[in-house]
């Protein structure tokens, strides 16, 4: 599903104008963008939790050439489902 898909789905789900959609999916991404950017947790019940992990600097290896080689720090997105979607994808299908 992309972008454009929800878009679309908001449109004929909810009723709203084609504009007025792509402005509401906009600006949910942009909320949880900024609140994701502020290293704050965007929950959202029967779906998941997204959280932003700081990474150290670690050794690594070049799998090419075996050369060591030092992985810069970052910070990493995760997502864990919820139990209920857990549940949902692991029912069998009707």
Do not use: H
Not at 38 to 55: A, L, M, P, Q, Y
């Amino acid at each position: 599903m992309t972008k454009a898909d929800l878009i679309s789905a908001v449109y004929e789900t909810v009723g709203f104008s084609n504009k007025e959609s792509s402005k509401i999916v906009e600006l949910v991404f942009e909320l949880m963008r900024n609140a994701l950017e502020n290293d704050e947790k965007v929950k959202i019940s029967g779906f998941g939790n997204f959280t932003v992990r700081s990474k150290n600097i670690r050794r690594g290896r070049n799998p090419q050439t075996g050369e060591a080689i030092q992985i810069s720090a970052r910070k990493v997105l995760t997502f864990k489902a919820s139990p209920v979607l857990k549940k949902v994808l692991n029912s069998p299908s009707a």
